[in-house]
């Protein structure tokens, strides 16, 4: 297993475009989850999926933000008319939820830079 | 809500000794898990060590182990025999049903070794 995998590492965009990233995760993991870091600060839960159903959505979640995960597999998380504060590493984890001490499996994120 | 103190910003250690980094807790649920994790300058998020909040022991795993006191809530990390490749942020976190959903990061600390 090549572990999580996200796409594209790096996006740098204009203010009022919108983004979708890619992450696929450890096939054999039901659980998935978004992060978004910005600089000097630790992950900020954004939302999660148990197979193809998401969870829970963070209030960071704005109207512009949606996340889905087709037939529980890749999930994509798009931000619609991105703003400067959008500006953040935006990770991807995912976890088998019956093997907890295991902990969770981070990508290596996508860094995106809206200018 | 949960929330995770690391109140050490940066530490530097010389290279070979034991390193502790702080990590207090505060939460109202009574079944949730702690994690560690470290994140190079790379920016991946490597999966260090996991305690239940049932768990009678300490975990340890190779050179990590962590210092849980439950009254305290604090759950600190003890790297033994630091070594260069150990510079890195490191970040504790927390989750509800032992660490079953999502994670509560702190602010982490900079561990710097100097050879």
């Known amino acids: 297993d090549t572990g999580v995998s996200q796409n594209p590492r790096h996006k740098i965009t204009k203010r009022g475009q919108n983004v979708t990233f890619r992450c696929d995760p450890i096939?054999?993991?039901?659980?998935l989850y978004w992060y978004r870091q910005t600089l000097g600060q630790g992950p900020e839960f954004l939302t999660y999926f148990q197979n193809e159903a998401q969870l829970e959505k963070s209030r960071l979640l704005s109207d512009r933000f949606s996340a889905e995960r087709p037939k529980g597999s890749f999930s994509t998380l798009e931000i619609q008319r991105t703003e400067q504060g959008d500006s953040a590493m935006y990770l991807c984890a995912s976890s088998d939820s019956t093997i907890l001490k295991d902990g969770y499996t981070f990508g290596s994120g996508t860094r995106l830079t809206v200018v | 809500a949960q929330k995770i103190t690391q109140t050490q910003p940066g530490m530097f250690v010389q290279e070979k000794e034991a390193v502790t980094l702080d990590c207090t807790y505060d939460?109202?649920?009574?079944?949730?898990?702690l994690f560690w994790y470290k994140q190079p300058s790379s920016g991946e998020m490597i999966f260090l060590i996991y305690q239940g909040s049932y768990d009678e022991q300490n975990a340890t795993e190779g050179r990590y182990s962590l210092n849980f006191q439950k009254a305290r809530k604090s759950a600190n990390l003890v790297i033994s025999a630091s070594q260069l490749g150990d510079s890195a942020m490191y970040f504790c976190a927390m989750g509800t049903n032992f660490g079953n959903e999502k994670l509560t990061f702190g602010t982490g600390t900079r561990l710097t070794i100097i050879p």
């Open positions: 939460t109202s649920d009574q079944s949730y898990g």
């Open positions: 096939s054999e993991h039901n659980r």
